[in-house]
């Protein structure tokens, strides 16, 4: 077998030099690519040593039913395998030093999780929703209940790359923010495979720029989007990437890879600043922010969740970027400093990226993806604050590699460190 791997090895160099040396570069890397797909390498060798994800769950996301007394964490993990994991929300404090038993666990093939990037709940209804991103990118129903190896009991496919899901139970509405197209979609609660959006926020005047949490707030009739900053031209209706992505008429009709993408367009892109865009409830098509929450003042660092504290009149975003989360009030516009911040050694926060709020027991949860971690902490938090208490997918002290769907592998011999890009 090793003998057979470097004769491949050796014919793809010969070829590639020889090609090179003919001045035929355009052709060398197609050339190399189809002697790979002649000959089957199977590499049976273990390898030296091993960075990857460990076998605990990456919490991604987070959603309270206050009425049953229960939390719901999503979990992205590749070596564990992506779940939705239901806890009790009132477990002793005695316990968060050591690893929390979930009562149910949804994972498996049939439950089709991957990449889960957010989830919410309807205690009315009993169900759990959840979003994946840049997988298979859909909308997922659960029974609350639901343990093992469940299928949805309902599908809704979204745009590409959602990110961002929120349930509104007055108008039962869902509300999905979809990163890659700069794009916000509305569906009706019980929508399926065959059901359409209700209408969507998307294009130029709106200044989405990739977005993340999402927030409806009925009795204001607002919509709070939270933005990384990274924008690109999206005309309104567009569901697929602008630019190197699959066109919608040619999928399942690939026939090579070259005619299945997109040609390259001159760029768009620009980086902003990121940012709390704030929309009408009803708004639809290429409409502008009512008004936008951003500068150095707010704090905003690679904002993720968000959520609204509906006593307090506070937006709470997530903050993975500095291990924070910040509380601006609900009529912030422009540079506005927050009204109050939970950062520092004590709190346990660790690229958060969810917040959920028990408004029955007034207190905060917060989905920490670096730390395998779930902390609880009182309503009214500020400063370098403890936890209440911990939900723990891993020991105490087992961080994450941070690795987030890596897509290749490099080694810089100079500084001997291997570089991975998420």
């Known amino acids: ?28 890397f197609a ?28 919490f991604t996301g987070v959603a309270v039913d206050e009425s049953r007394g229960q939390v719901f964490l999503s979990n992205d993990s590749d070596a564990k395998g992506a779940s939705i994991e239901t806890y009790n929300v009132d477990f002793p404090a005695s316990q968060s030093d050591r690893i929390t038993e979930p009562l149910h666990i949804i994972s498996g093939r049939k439950a089709q999780l991957g990449d889960i990037c957010s989830i919410t709940v309807s205690p009315e209804f009993g169900e759990i929703f959840k979003v994946n991103g ?25 745009s590409h790359g959602a990110w961002g899901i929120y349930l509104e139970p007055k108008y039962d509405e869902i509300y999905v923010a979809i990163e890659h197209v700069n794009r916000v979609e509305v569906y009706p609660r019980t929508a ?111 904002p993720l969740g968000l959520t609204y504290d509906a006593v307090n009149n506070q937006i709470v975003i997530a903050n993975a970027g500095n291990d924070s989360v910040i509380f601006l009030d609900v009529n912030s516009n422009g540079d506005a400093a927050p009204v109050r911040i939970l950062k520092g050694s004590k709190t346990g926060l660790s690229g958060p990226s969810a917040v959920g709020i028990d408004g029955k027991r007034n207190e905060i949860w917060v ?19 403890a936890p209440l208490r911990i939900i723990r997918a891993a020991p105490k002290g087992t961080e994450a590699p941070g690795f987030g769907r890596p897509g290749t592998v490099a080694f810089d011999p100079v500084r001997k460190q291997i570089l991975v890009p998420n």
């Open 134 to 158: 840049d997988g298979n990118g859909d909308v997922g129903v659960y029974p609350m209940d639901s343990n093992g190896d469940v299928a949805p009991i309902r599908q809704l496919p979204t």
């Open 367 to 385: 989905a920490n993806w670096n730390n395998h971690t779930a902390t609880v902490y009182p309503r009214n938090v500020n400063g370098n604050v």
């Open 192 to 302: 399926n495979l065959t059901t359409t959006f209700t209408r969507f926020i998307q294009g130029p005047n709106t200044q989405l720029a990739d977005p993340h949490g999402i927030y409806a707030n009925v009795d204001r009739n607002e919509i709070y989007v939270v933005n990384h900053g990274h924008w690109h031209f999206t005309p309104p209706g567009d569901t697929y990437l602008q630019e190197g992505s699959i066109p919608p008429e040619l999928v399942g009709k690939r026939k090579s890879y070259s005619d299945v993408i997109r040609p390259l367009l001159p760029s768009t892109g620009k980086f902003l600043p990121p940012s709390i865009n704030v929309y009408s409830r009803t708004a639809n098509g290429d409409v502008k922010p009512l008004r936008v929450i951003e500068g150095p003042k707010v704090g905003l660092d690679i």
């Open 31 to 58: 050339q190399a690519a189809k002697a790979v797909e002649r000959t089957t390498v199977m590499i049976t060798r273990k390898p030296v040593r091993v960075i990857g994800d460990d076998p605990y769950s990456n």
């Open 1 to 28: 077998m090793k003998r057979l791997f470097l004769v491949v090895a050796a014919t793809i160099a010969a070829v590639t030099f020889g090609m090179i040396k003919a001045g035929n570069l355009p052709h060398v």
